[in-house]
Structures are given as C-alpha cells and as structure tokens.
C-alpha cells in the first residue's frame, strides 16, 4: 500500500490523473488536495469520488501549517504536483497570484516533503508537472529538448520555469528525490473554457464570435489529456531522480487551422451545413508577449520510457467536441456568474 498525494486533481489534467490511478492502482491510496479555485470542479471527479482509494482534501499550498499538517496525517510516499494558476491571459491580468501559487506552493510543497521525507528519501518520489513554455518561442525550425536553456516570456511561464528551478535545486541540495516532466498543450474533456479549445467550442455552440488572437498564425503542439496522463504514470513509476523529460504530441497545428477543423467538425455534429461556423471566427487584437511557436521533442520519453501519443488529433478533436456537447451542464454551471466577468473584461479590451 503506497499513498499518493496529487494536487490539483479537481482541474482539468489533475482530474485525469486522479482517474487513472484510482482505476489502474487499488493498492494505492490517492489523496486529491485542491483549493477549488476557478478551475478546480469536483464535478471533475464524479467517477472516482466514492471509490475507497481516495481523498479529497481541500487546502491551499500555499499554506504552509496545512501542508505540514496533511504530510503528518498521511506519511506520503509519493507527490504529484499539478496545482497552479495555469492561464497566461490570467497572468497577464494578475501576475502576483501565479507568483504565490506556483512559486510559493511549489517550495512549500518541496519543503514539507523534505521534512517530512528526512529519515530516509528511500522510494519516495517529488514529481513536479511542467509546461513547454518554460523554454520560450521558436521561430519556424527546431523543437524544445531537454537540454533547451529556459526563456520564460509571460508570467505564468516565468513563474513555472521558477518552481522548476526551486525543484531541481531541492534535488542538488537536499538530494530529495525529484523529476519533473514539460508538456505541450493539452486539450481533452474537462478543459476549462478559458483555453482554445473548449473557449471557441462553447462559443461556436452559441453562435458567439470566436476570439483569435493576431493572424491566427501562432503554433501549438497539441497532445490528447489521456496520453499526459498516461506519460506521467509511466514517469512516476520509470523515470530516473533528478531526471526531465518532455511530453508532446508531434501534432503541430496553427491556429487558425485547428479553429477551422474544429468548425469542421462542429458543424458536422451539431447539423448545421459546412461553413457555418467558419463565419463566427474573428480575429482580435494580438495577447501581448505572444509566443510564436511552442514544439516538443519527445524522443527521450519514447527511447528511454516507451511511451508514446495514442490517438491522432482529428480523432482526439473530435471525442474532445462529442464530450462538450454531451456535457452542457457542466459547461452552463462554469460559464455562468465569475466566467461572464473574466470574459467581459478580457474580451472587451480588443
Ligand atoms: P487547471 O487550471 O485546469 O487546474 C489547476 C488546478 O489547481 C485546479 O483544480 C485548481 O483549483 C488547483 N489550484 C490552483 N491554485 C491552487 C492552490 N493555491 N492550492 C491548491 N490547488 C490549487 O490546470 P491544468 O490545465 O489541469 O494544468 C495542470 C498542471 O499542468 C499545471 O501545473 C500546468 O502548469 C501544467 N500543464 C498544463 C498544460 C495544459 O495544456 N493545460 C500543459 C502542460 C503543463
Ligand atoms: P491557450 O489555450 O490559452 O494556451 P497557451 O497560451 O498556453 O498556448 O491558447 C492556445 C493558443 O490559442 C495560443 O496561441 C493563444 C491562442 N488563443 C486565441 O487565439 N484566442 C483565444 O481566445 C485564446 C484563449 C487563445
């Protein structure tokens, strides 16, 4: 029996990685801790919530008492760290919560297991879940390795490549027993819409323009939730300590070709005649700091751990659009009250 503490399970990528070690590890005890921000929805967490290997604790990591407190109650053996503030409009908005979150949580976090782990590091394991945009913008070459120098461009991905640093410099000081892993973006059921994906979805159902930044030429690598989650299993359980690995789908796409696939696809499933929805697209003034081209190359993951994407993106794309539409209730209970606020005051300033 191991215990396993995974934060920021109520999100979108948490709430697939509760999923699956809940399903796949019945030996394993999984403790959720989320703060239910804006982005945490137990509604998330429905299938697993009342199965006996698992726990919800509602904390904050930035609290240090708390997490002193629940390390103390639980005597982890493991931690995934997903919890952040993970929007780069939100951090653009409000810098200093991405600062406290994900810089201050991680270290807290780090701290607590250190302390708590300090008899002896043996089986224990710090896994830290990073982003590609850790390491900048790439022009039309190349591809993010693990060896790529950070070059951080909006808050939010300054202050990942922050909690990186304090990660990997627990691992040199203290010898606690890290590894960390960058994803591309991911897109999947559950993604709240604030990202692309589900943003222009929803929009796109309710006929309302769909917001694209600049010239729509921007590139993004696009991997499907399931396969992150099933990377970080593999990781968790194989990875090497003090190791990084990048996780990306292969799958680069700008945006204005994803957005007119997925219109393609909308406008398949919801019965309206093609082209319908290609007219709702409308470009708007560029987010500032916007990088150009995110790219991974994920060649260590697959050589070294064996794993690699499962499904193409039309196939993954078009699960993602039946799942929003299957599930309009949970959309309708997070796109009314705050979200109509957020949306006004972002989408209003073009
Ligand atoms: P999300 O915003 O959907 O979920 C974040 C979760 O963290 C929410 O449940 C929220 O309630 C919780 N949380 C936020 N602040 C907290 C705090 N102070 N204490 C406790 N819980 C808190 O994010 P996501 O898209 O699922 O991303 C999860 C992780 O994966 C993040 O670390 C993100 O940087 C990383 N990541 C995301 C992507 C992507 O495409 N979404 C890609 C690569 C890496
Ligand atoms: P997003 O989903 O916010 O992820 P990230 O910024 O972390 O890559 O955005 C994906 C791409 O889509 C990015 O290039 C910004 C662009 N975008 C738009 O053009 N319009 C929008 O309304 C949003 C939310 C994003």
């Known amino acids: 029996m191991k215990t396993i503490l995974i934060t920021g399970g109520a999100g979108f990528i948490g709430s697939h990685v509760v999923d699956l070690f809940v399903e796949k590890y019945p030996n394993y005890q999984i403790v959720n801790l989320d703060a239910l921000t804006y982005a945490g929805n137990l509604e998330n967490l429905k299938h697993v919530a009342e199965k006996s290997n698992y726990i919800f604790e509602k904390e904050d990591i930035t609290n240090v008492d708390a997490i002193n407190r629940l390390f103390a109650k639980y005597q982890f053996d493991g931690v995934i760290h997903l919890a952040a503030e993970s929007h780069v409009d939100r951090s653009i908005l409000d810098p200093l919560s991405f600062v406290k979150t994900n810089v201050l949580g991680t270290v807290n976090l780090l701290h607590a297991a250190k302390e708590s782990w300090k008899s002896s590091f043996e089986g224990k394991r710090f896994y830290h879940i990073s982003t590609d945009e850790v390491y900048g913008s790439l022009s039309c070459e190349g591809k993010f390795k693990e060896t790529t120098s950070y070059d951080p461009r909006s808050p939010y991905s300054a202050s990942k490549a922050s ?15 890290i590894v960390v892993s960058n994803c591309s973006n991911n897109y999947g059921a559950r993604q709240f819409p604030e990202k692309l994906i589900p943003l222009a ?7 309302k323009p769909i917001p694209i930044y600049g010239k729509g030429a921007n590139v ?5 939730v399931k396969d992150h989650a099933s990377a ?8 090497s300590d003090g190791e990084t690995y990048n996780i990306g789908g292969n799958n680069e796409w700008t945006n204005i070709d994803l957005i007119r696939l997925l219109c393609e696809i909308m406008d398949k499933k919801l019965g309206r005649s093609a082209g319908t929805s290609a007219r709702l697209i409308t470009f708007i003034t560029d987010r500032a700091g916007h990088d150009l081209r995110y790219a991974i190359d994920s060649s260590k993951l697959q050589q070294e751990l064996g794993w690699k994407p499962s499904l193409q993106f039309a196939e993954g794309l078009e699960k993602t659009v039946e799942w929003y539409l299957d599930n309009e209730v949970w959309m309708t209970n997070i796109t009314t009250g705050a979200y109509q606020q957020y949306y006004e005051k972002l989408y209003k300033l073009n």
């Open 232 to 239: 970080i299993d593999l990781i968790f359980h194989q990875g």
């Open 220 to 224: 993004r690598d696009w991997l499907y």
């Open 163 to 177: 909690s990186d640093h304090f990660v990997r410099a627990f691992y040199h000081t203290f010898h606690l027993p």
């Open 201 to 207: 979805i929803n929009n796109i159902k309710y006929n």
